[in-house]
């Protein structure tokens, strides 16, 4: 007989999940699926199977069922067609959940209908994000309308950045609206819901008054889900200890809150089924409270599956009820499957179940810290590639400070909730209780600093790719048959091979050269064979933090935490706002730091940074060279002490050659800079002094793609192959101008504009080189 057969139902439904999400047509599922019948009526025929696996027989339909289910989940609603990127719109729609952010709220509506100007049609949307700046403030159940702006969420652009439309997606969110004007349609509100939102405020109230502001942050995250309050440095001191999970709602709350809940009824003698159900219903109201993230709905199912299977006499397993939860999330939504929130939550619950009985039945736990640590070892083995994919940095010593924070955090919980709720009632009381939560967060805090100053705390592996993720799952599966089947302790190997694979850093080939979507501004990264890496500008001037949303997430998803030349062209704002943010980054070394040697003072806030951050500050001029290996960089511009009138006139130009490779970076190059260039490329040709006789191969055309820049003289000297575009989608300057593309399309050079393709990555030999263009 074959043992949970949820377990094999989950990977079925998941199977046809997957084969949805890589677009294969419907008709090729019945390939597998005649096969997997075929297969099961054979091995009946053959009497390996019983009339008790007749389970097997469902698969193909479990496939089918994740197949069709995931296609109706990735269709776009009607409206992605009517409106490109943003839209004024009236809308109507009912509130399901209001959260508070730190500039205001977010009402959750449900049940839209959408007007665009101009249109008489309604488009029903299921799900909308309507932020207010908090004027008025609505019930749950409310219907409003709202006059104001919708936009699509954003598409993620970049290497190892925020893909801001999947994650909404995955919560059927469709759009989000910035809100000029609401108006209560129909005041009918759900009492129900305007109890647990008023429980909420008087707790988040109560916190703020009986605790500091900082540790009020921390308790309102972690009872109750709300991270509006949340410090950002703790939010990011946890996360580089590998604790961050303490903040999220999770299992360890709905069973606290639950069995409390559970024991107080049974000690009333209310009985097994009375007990049960107000349990469970205390349970849904609490994950009501907290949002309901992807672990709290694996929580109460898995902790609906345990309440019931005591009360049927049945015994609980744990895989069976993790894979019944896994099916119950994923039917809803099978995109949760590409969540971070679920694959960690359900990640780590499957190591525990799986790792830690071989680690117990390799080296017996004869004490609750060894315990400890084999369940945390458990669940970090599991979770590894999930962390590295969707964070790059690996915590090297989580699984020590976890034993140490971990077996507080019951402890944590229940203080914090006596807390708020006796803080409600009567302060005094509260204040008394907060002290003993405050405690256990200040040792909290104290610990994850040591952490972040051992050497080697934080390892940047960046994110690996599909093969090393199977190889290394093959090899956790190589030690739990080896362990359950033989015990033997060799297969502890298998685990180290497993780590060594996932975290051994790949080779470098060649000269890779990535020029970054960073909207309206500039970012060209370089990286040789030697790892020797270079920005060139890094800055935007309309996305908010582009060095913290964009530079830094595509340097930590390629492996790289340091930059060892960070070139400047020029001191405007779409040139340096996210550079000034990575030397500031801890998580980022900036070594050198080099900006163009001119009569003037725009560099002054830049070179006070440098120093206080200790990077090295050096100056380049024309005829400077950088030589690394087979790479040669030499500044063709602005000529040391000449007096600019412009900015951009004196942009920093960057002759790029790497074998017969040749690239030329020009920022912002203007008017009077660019004659100088042209006066310069000319003397190299007369002198016969040019490397490039026949041209570039790559122009980062200047001052993203202005017409009064890159003229006829210019281009005809350069002669790029590809010309790359470097702007924002729809931005207020009109780049890229309609004349400089006409005169790149005369002088034949492809033209590549990285708000239409993403990222653009060159990887070269020096003789070959091979384009890649992000959204493509």
Known sequence: MIKRPLLWGIGAFIGGILLAWKKVPLPYLLIPACFGWLLTYLLKYQKFLNHKDNFLWCLPFLMFLGFLAMNDQMKPPDLDFAFEDKASCVLTGKIDMIVRKKNGLAYYLEDNLVTLPGEEKKYPVEKIIVYTDGGNEYQAGNKITVTGSIYKFSQNTNPGGFNEHLYYKIQNISYKVYSEKISLTDSGYSKFRKILYEIKNRLINAYMQIIPEKEAGILTAMVLGEKYLLDEDIKNLYQDNGISHILAISGLHISIVGAAIYHILKKLKLGLYVSTVLSLAFVYCYGILTNFSVSTNRAVVMYTVMLVANLLGKTFDLLSALSLSAFIVLLKNPLQLFHAGFLLSFGAVLGIALVFPCLNRLYKAKNSLLNGLYVSVGAQFFTLPIVLYYFFQLPVYSVLINILTVPLSSLLLFISLAAGLSGIIYSFAGIFLAGGARYILLFYEAVCRLGVKLPYSLITVGRPDGIRIILYYLMVFLFLTGVNKTGKKKFVIALAAAVGILVFPESREGLTVTFLDVGQGDAVFMETEKGTTFLIDGGSMDVDRVGVYRIRPFLLSRGIDHIDYAIVTHADKDHISGLTELIKDPRITVSNLILPKVNMNNYRELEILAEKYQVNTMYIKAGDCIKEGMLEIICLHPVEGYG?????????????????????????????????????????????????????????????????????????????????????????????????????????????????????????????????????
């Open 644 to 776: 600019y009138s412009s900015d951009n006139a004196y942009s920093t130009v960057l002759s790029v050659s790497y074998v017969d490779f040749d690239m030329l970076l020009t920022g912002d190059l203007e008017a009077e800079g660019e004659e100088l260039v042209v006066a310069k490329l000319k003397n190299n040709l007369s002198n016969e002094s040019n490397s490039h006789p026949d041209g570039y191969e790559i122009l980062k055309v200047a001052h993203h793609g202005s017409r009064y820049s890159t003229g006829e003289e210019f281009l005809a000297l350069v002669n790029p192959k590809i010309s790359i575009i470097s702007c924002g989608k729809n931005n207020r300057y009109g780049h890229p101008h309609k004349e400089l593309v006409e005169r790149l399309a005369e002088a034949e050079s492809e033209v590549i504009i990285t708000y239409e393709s993403g990222a653009v990555t060159i990887n070269t030999d020096g003789e070959k080189m091979m384009v890649n263009e992000y959204k493509k």
